[in-house]
């Protein structure tokens, strides 16, 4: 993304500036040493030091790993039902054991992960896009703001669960007779979560686009002739960069449950469409004989989402530099 | 500050009309049919009038204008024909719920007790647990102490409703059967005994939500306290020799608050809409459950009401939480 040419590292107590403009021609190694960092590998090293974080980052890595590589691993089928072994226990078949058609618990929790994973990080992408298009028109051209803003508050004034719920209703069928059942709720819920939850990433960027614009590397690129565009792309977006990769992890969270809270109203992904929202909804009718059966989803969507947060966290005081080094 | 306020509430009214509109708009572009119901066999003259007295034949902007005269002029004058015995609102026609062709708002009426009930003891629970916890993890930041009550916020944060909910109910209502697992609510309290019962049914949905409230509130108070707690202030307090407790719990305390305060006033609306699902795993009969079922019934008036009521509540109280940071801190100069 950005290197060490980047302005915001030169700025104020930086190694690399003290260490350049101490003994330029003498150490030349050092110099050399210490502009092949880039300020990431500073994120890095503050990042490893959260413990939360690291472990997060690595459960999340595993469960995403295992969620993709699942099917070729694991040989049974999500879908196929085995009437003769149905409601069955844990067993070394059947790890997290069978549902009331007897199929496999297991393989449907890889499978669903794959889609609340899907669903989590395309809504995630769609209201980073949204969230920060808005967020830098709206810093970055004074005209553009008041307008923009107020369709912010206006968005934030929404009561956004009950209008995703209306909406998830209202496009269900036209979308999937154009793409078809799967594809169809598939882009109805990525889009219906991504539209509603772009606010905070906006006001976040517009915030900080509005500090940077007022710099001097932004005045001298502007004075030398570059267009907005390029402005924006070149010197605005690298440094806006810190927030955005933030909200997008706090994003994947909400995602994923708000996703599992439609299906677990019913108004998300089919009934034979495995999802842990759906899973888990699947298992409550259950839930006196077979607990584990609404266990296992439940467990997951939160131990995704918590490992998620305890990233976003790190994330949080890896980029803030006026926390690193501490 | 006054003139801030009379601004803002100006300013409430384009927000709310355009929500309105937003609201009517997407319910407008519904493929249901309220009279996709009634029978073959009625003829098309009776269905004709069905569908002139569901105020269905008028084109869409003058069916909007209607809703909104309905909603703000006509229901409040209801409102107050019923407190007050008149009969201003004698012949006007009300908000009809498609489902049971009965006024909406009677509907609401019958479910908001059960709603406040539930969400109202569960704020004021997660309040009472938040405030202490939050200042005293800020207190002895990075203790042990500290470090759990971080964990568990974390927790709450991320275990969503729908599994705690139905977590509880498997650990103390079907194992332990301590509590109820539904919540009924044709219970009447009448003396002791039904008063312990109705605590005890509340028991579990409200733990579920406060669990939610208190990790957010809870996590905004030490980042609060936090920041108040290395003021310049803080020393001088300390300097001049006033007590540990008075140092923290009201000089710095009173200070923490005034965030605190305005994210309580904040989040009261978001927690109407949160309830949703805990209503729903509880079967409490709440406001959150009318709606849902009013969205799989396809009854439009009832989802355009319910959700706009919800509209009106969060900018309300947005308006109350910028008017009370105004009047709580002396520093915030909004003319």
Redesign the interface.
Known sequence: MTDARDPSAYSGNDPVVTAASGSLAATEPVLLNTKARSQWWDVWDQFRSHKGALIGAAFFLLIVALVVLGPYLWPLDATKTDVRSRNQGMSLAHPFGTDQLGRDIFARMIEGGRVSLAVGMAAMLLSLVLGTLIGVLAGYFRRLDGLLMRFT??F????????L???V???R??LTAVFGVEVGIFILIVSAIGITSWMQTARIVRGDVLALKEREFVLAARSIGTPPRRIITRHILPNVMSPIMVSATLGI?TAI?TE??LS????GFPPDFPTW?RL??DG?PY??QY?ER??WP??A???V??SI??VG?GLRDALDPRIRGR | MLTFTIRRLLFAIPTLLFIALAIFLLLELAPGDPMANVPLTVPDEVKEQMRRALGLNEPAPIRFLLWIRQFFWIEPLNVFDHLFGTTFAEGELRIISWQNRAPVFIAIAERIPQTLWVVGTAYVVAIAIAIPVGIYSAYKQYSVFDQAGTFVTMVGFSVPPFFSGVLVIVIFAVQLQWFPSIYDTRHVVTDWDSFVIQVRQMFLPVMVLALQITSQLSRFMRASMLDNLNQDYVRTARAKGLRERAVVLVHVLRNSMIPVVTVIALGIPSIFGGAIITEQVFKVNGIGQLLITAIQANDLPMVQTLTFIFAVLIVVFNLIADVLYGILDPRIRYD
């Open positions: 508050d206006l934030l004034a929404l009561p956004l669960l009950p209008l719920l209306v909406m209703l209202l496009f069928e036209p969270a449950i599992s809270a677990f109203l019913g108004l929202g888990l909804n409550v839930l006196q607990p609404v266990f439940g467990l969507i939160s131990l989402v918590l947060n305890y966290d």
